[in-house]
Nanobody
Framework: QVQLVESGGGLVQAGGSLKLSCAASGNIVRLNTMGWYRQAPGKQRELVAT???????VYADSVKGRFAISRDNAKTTVYLQMNSLKPEDTAIYYC???????????WGQGTQVTVSS
């Protein structure tokens, strides 16, 4: 019912910045919480940040103070501004959302972020 398309991933040197975008389409009137998750090789997927419909945010301790999640409700787009990037931030970053009135979640295809030292 919802399609998520990420963009903005790439290669950046340590200390640099990158901004990811995720655009939702489909059943957008029921979009609820949106967020970003990441998965590095050999590790489980982990939460990076989430943002609710009202703008409340949650961050993983590892990115707090460096990353900022924001949301454009009118355009049904969520962003992840990543600053002071570290090599350990290297991962595939996935956009996620859930819908009002359901427990179903949706995932984007992922975008690779590589931070070189």
């Amino acid at each position: 019912q919802v399609q998520l398309v990420e963009s903005g991933g790439g290669l950046v040197q340590a200390g640099g910045s990158l901004k990811l975008s995720c655009a939702a389409s489909g059943n957008i009137v029921r979009l609820n919480t949106m967020g970003w998750y990441r998965q590095a090789p050999g590790k489980q997927r982990e939460l990076v940040a989430t943002i609710t419909r009202s703008g409340t945010t949650v961050y993983a301790d590892s990115v707090k103070g460096r990353f900022a999640i924001s949301r454009d409700n009118a355009k049904t787009t969520v962003y992840l501004q990543m600053n002071s990037l570290k090599p350990e931030d290297t991962a595939i970053y996935y956009c996620n959302c859930d819908l009002l009135y359901t427990t179903r979640t949706y995932w984007g295809q992922g975008t690779q972020v590589t931070v070189s030292s």
